[in-house]
């Protein structure tokens, strides 16, 4: 069995004589922490303060939204690329891709009942994101509430709506409306399936494409009109941090759990730890 430290009297000043390792690391960690403002240690936080980041700049800058969807209009034709057939044919594809993805995860799922690996809970808990991230909080949630017209909707290009910045709620849209992007939360869960579940011989090919994949299907929906920037970009951070809430939840608190019986086992000195 492996040496425990005890601790006997006060250590010598300037040193960590006694002190585990990982108390250690966990205090540099909050150093670090409080140093940046922000915790370090935790994807959740991270995910929390780039939404709030990103949020005030498009409430405080709304004519970003505008400026950047008038580079996809056009005052003859408006929205070109919305026909274009390279493009339709990439959102179509985003159906198949999803639904692909979702079966893989179900048959991992339903195989970890009987193996109970823990790729089958990383499977549970991106089965869950989807329905959260995707389903409630971006589609039941925002679209459904919110209010927001689309680009394409609004006087500026063409529409009868008025224009509202982001997280304004208002009554310029009456049902599936622009904020936040649903297509696009679907694309972030794509991303997040990849780093969860690919494997490492492949993450350095398969991630990558992943990310590049989401981004092409969110911004597609800029370029058609379907939805301003900022309705993608915190689309994304929501749906990020609704997925960091759920890791922290399914798999990270289980597991910092299970490690930390068997190191209270092992101090104990359990013969099967040894």
């Not at 004519?63 to 580079?71: E, H, N, P, R, T």
């Not at 003859?76 to 893989?104: E, I, N």
Request: aromatic letters at 8%; hydrophobic letters at 55%; one cysteine or more.
């Amino acid at each position: 069995m492996t040496h425990v430290e005890t601790v006997s009297g006060a250590a010598p000043a300037g040193r960590w004589t006694g002190t585990p390792h990982g108390l250690r690391r966990e205090i540099q960690r909050l150093r670090l922490s409080w140093a940046a403002g922000i915790d370090t240690a935790s994807p959740v936080h991270v995910a929390l303060v780039a939404t709030v980041i990103l949020s005030a700049f498009f409430v405080l800058l709304p004519g970003v939204d505008l400026a950047v969807s008038q580079v996809f209009f056009d005052a003859d034709q408006g929205f070109v690329a919305a026909s274009h057939p390279a493009l339709k044919a990439l959102r179509r594809s985003s159906t198949w891709v999803m639904g692909l993805v979702l079966l893989a995860l179900l048959v991992v799922a339903v195989r970890g009942v009987w193996t109970r690996r823990r790729e089958a809970r990383k499977a549970l808990f991106l089965i869950a994101g989807l329905a959260m991230a995707s389903g409630l909080v971006v589609n039941g949630l925002f679209k459904s509430s919110w209010g927001r017209a689309r680009p394409i909707q609004i006087d500026t290009f063409g529409g009868e709506a008025v224009f509202t910045r982001a997280w304004a709620m208002t009554d310029q849209c009456a049902s599936n409306c622009s904020f936040v992007s649903g297509e696009a939360s679907s694309a972030a869960w794509i991303a997040a399936a990849a780093v969860v579940m690919t494997p490492q011989p492949w993450r350095a090919i398969l991630i990558p494409a992943a990310f590049a994949y989401a981004a092409a299907l969110s911004f597609n929906r800029l370029v058609f009109g379907g939805h301003f920037l900022s309705d993608i970009v915190l689309s994304w951070a929501i749906t990020a941090l609704v997925l960091c809430l759920l890791h922290r939840l399914m798999l990270h608190c289980p597991l910092a759990a299970r490690r930390a019986r068997r190191r209270r086992r092992a101090r104990q000195g359990d013969p099967a730890l040894a």
